[in-house]
DNA sequence: ATATCGATTATCT
DNA sequence: GATAATCGATATG
C-alpha cells in the first residue's frame, strides 16, 4: 500500500472550517500552510495554533463586537484574518464558525518544509544551521514575516483555494500527541486552555514551560 | 533558563 | 490617550 503522506498537499473544504474553532484548532495540527506566488513557493506544517472563540470569548478580537478591524472573523469561514500588533507584527487566522459567527485559530508556529533561504531572506537573518530553523517560523509574529503575510496582502484571503497565493493543504500527515496551555500573551481569560500544539515538537514558540500541559485529555505532570 | 523592558502604530474608547 | 493574541536584546542565576 502507498503511504499516504508525502503527497502533494490537498487543499480543505470549506466544511473543515464550519465548526467551533476548537475542534477546527486540534485538526489543523499537522496540516501544511502554503505561499504561492510568482517566484515564490515556501511550505512548513502547522505545529502550534491557538482557538478563539465569538463574542463571548473575552480573549478574542471578536468579544468588541464587529469593527472594520475584526469584520472578517464574522464573515465566511476558511478566510484568513490578519491583523498588526504591537506596532511591529502581523499575526494569521483564519475564520471559523459558518458565516455571522464570530471564531478563529491563531496559526502559533510552524515548521517549515521548503523555502528555507527565501524564508531567512524575509525574516532578515542568516542560517548558521539547523539552530536556527526554529528563528524562521516559531512565533504567530515570526511566521507572517518568513511567508511575507501582511495585512493589506492577505487579509481575507480564501485560505482554501490553492489559486490564493497562502492556502493550507492537507498531506495526511499522521499526528501524534497533542498538548494543550492556556494562551499565550493574552490578559482576558489567561488560564482558558485554549492553545494546542505538537508535543515534542522542535518549532513550537515560547518558553520551554510545557507545564500545565494536556495530552490526549489527560493532565501530564512535568517538573 | 527565566525575567524585564523598549520599540512602534493601527485601532478603539 | 491607552492598549495590544510580539520580538529581540539585555541582565542575572
Known amino acids: 500500500m502507498p503511504r499516504k503522506d508525502n503527497l502533494d498537499p490537498q487543499p480543505l473544504p470549506r466544511s473543515f472550517f464550519v465548526r467551533d474553532p476548537r475542534r477546527v484548532a486540534r485538526q489543523l495540527l499537522g496540516k501544511i500552510l502554503v505561499r504561492h506566488s510568482k517566484g515564490l513557493h515556501l511550505t512548513a506544517r502547522i505545529v502550534e495554533v491557538e482557538a478563539?472563540?465569538?463574542?463571548?470569548d473575552?480573549?478574542?478580537?471578536?468579544?468588541?463586537?464587529?469593527?472594520?478591524?475584526?469584520?472578517?472573523?464574522?464573515?465566511p469561514p476558511g478566510h484568513a484574518y490578519v491583523y498588526f500588533?504591537?506596532?511591529?507584527?502581523?499575526?494569521?487566522?483564519?475564520s471559523c464558525e459558518p458565516e455571522g459567527k464570530a471564531g478563529c485559530v491563531l496559526f502559533r508556529a510552524l515548521q517549515p518544509l521548503s523555502g528555507f533561504e527565501e524564508m531567512a531572506r524575509a525574516r532578515g537573518i542568516h542560517?548558521?544551521?539547523p539552530q536556527d530553523w526554529p528563528k524562521l517560523t516559531a512565533g504567530p509574529g515570526r511566521l507572517?514575516?518568513?511567508?511575507?503575510?501582511?495585512?493589506?496582502r492577505d487579509n481575507n484571503c480564501d485560505l482554501t483555494s490553492p489559486s490564493s497565493e497562502l492556502w493550507i493543504g492537507d498531506d495526511h500527515y499522521r499526528v501524534?500527541?497533542?498538548?494543550?496551555?492556556?494562551?499565550?500573551?493574552?490578559?482576558?481569560?489567561?488560564?482558558?486552555?485554549?492553545?494546542?500544539?505538537?508535543?515534542d515538537n522542535e518549532f513550537v514558540s515560547g518558553p520551554?514551560?510545557?507545564r500545565h500541559s494536556v495530552v490526549h485529555g489527560?493532565?501530564?505532570p512535568v517538573s
Open 52 to 56: 478563539y472563540l465569538g463574542i463571548e
Open 58 to 75: 473575552p480573549a478574542a478580537h471578536a468579544a468588541a463586537g464587529r469593527t472594520l478591524r475584526n469584520a472578517v472573523i464574522f464573515g
Open 85 to 94: 500588533i504591537y506596532g511591529n507584527h502581523y499575526c494569521l487566522n483564519v
Open 127 to 129: 542560517l548558521r544551521g
Open 144 to 152: 507572517c514575516q518568513a511567508f511575507g503575510i501582511t495585512r493589506s
Open 176 to 199: 501524534r500527541a497533542i498538548s494543550q496551555t492556556p494562551r499565550i500573551g493574552v490578559t482576558k481569560a489567561a488560564e482558558v486552555p485554549l492553545r494546542y500544539f505538537l508535543r
Open 208 to 210: 520551554k514551560a510545557t
Open 218 to 220: 489527560r493532565a501530564i
